[in-house]
């Protein structure tokens, strides 16, 4: 990333849309991500749906999968709640060991033929965040299968038993956001949707116990205000979810 890209001022996003769908590979995904850019759409009247590809059952190391994944689960669905979203789906892919390839790019293109959005959204799909932290292959393997079915979902040869299932071509996607993205271009206001994204990620209470000893409050607000914030800088001093925007 060059230095004139780096300080580039983020445009606002796209607006001109009535539904998006997100799709990442974990709960608590969108929360850390995204949040408080869904609760400001929902506000609007836009329509956005979560389709997670696991049920994060391999995220809490005290807890046994069993367990963890209907805990998670629900956890994530009160998440979503929060900001808007009714809707939340799992493609039941196992967490932790998500393969990239065709099978996850057909299930990832039906869904985005079932709901029909204009806008797609998922999370960084680059093997780091930022220049020493390593991103994990499940969010590698979800982003990627995400952008690649954006363009699946729209061709009838391609997984053509979709169709005999019911599930038409939907060529509709317009764009393709990917939030946690070291090279943003774009950018979502973040203020009247901050409240709603710290009580969205504080639904994922047993996640957040295990991961910190923090007061799960002070680590949910710390984390997400320092995120917001440093995207100000580039969208004019205000406290901004960055996105890196793909057009199709």
């Known amino acids: 990333m060059t230095t004139e890209s780096a300080f580039a001022q983020l445009q606002p996003m796209p607006d001109?849309?009535?539904?998006?769908l997100a799709v990442v590979a974990h709960p608590d995904d969108l929360e850390y991500g995204c949040a408080a850019a869904v609760a400001a759409w929902t506000d609007g009247g836009r329509e956005v749906t979560y389709v997670?590809?696991?049920?994060?059952?391999?995220?809490?190391?005290?807890?046994?999968?069993?367990?963890?994944?209907?805990?998670?689960?629900?956890?994530?669905?009160?998440?979503?709640?929060v900001v808007g979203v009714r809707e939340v789906e799992f493609l039941g892919h196992r967490d932790g060991v998500i393969e990239y390839g065709p099978a996850l790019r057909r299930d990832i293109a039906a869904a985005i033929r079932k709901y029909r959005p204009e806008l797609v959204?998922?999370?960084?799909?680059?093997?780091t965040?930022?220049?020493?932290a390593w991103n994990t292959p499940d969010h590698l393997a979800v982003g990627r299968a995400t952008l690649d079915?954006?363009?699946?979902?729209?061709?009838?040869?391609?997984?053509?038993?979709l169709t005999e299932q019911g599930l038409a071509p939907w060529d509709g996607?317009?764009?393709?956001?990917?939030?946690?993205?070291t090279t943003p271009t774009h950018a979502v206001d973040a203020r009247p949707g901050l409240e709603r994204s710290v009580r969205s990620l504080l639904e994922h209470r047993a996640y957040i116990e295990a991961l910190t000893d923090e007061d799960p409050e002070h680590y949910c607000r710390s984390f997400l205000t320092a995120n917001v914030?440093?995207?100000?800088?580039?969208?004019?001093?205000?406290?901004a979810v960055p996105f890196e925007v793909f057009g199709r």
């Open 121 to 127: 959204i998922t999370l960084n799909h680059r093997d």
């Open 173 to 181: 996607v317009r764009w393709v956001a990917v939030a946690g993205s």
């Open 16 to 20: 001109d849309w009535q539904r998006a």
């Open 52 to 81: 997670l590809a696991t049920r994060g059952e391999a995220g809490i190391d005290t807890l046994d999968p069993a367990k963890c994944g209907p805990l998670r689960e629900q956890e994530q669905r009160a998440s979503a709640a």
């Open 129 to 132: 965040w930022g220049t020493h």
């Open 149 to 161: 079915a954006a363009g699946d979902a729209g061709n009838r040869w391609i997984f053509p038993e």
């Open 229 to 239: 914030t440093a995207a100000a800088e580039r969208f004019g001093g205000v406290p």
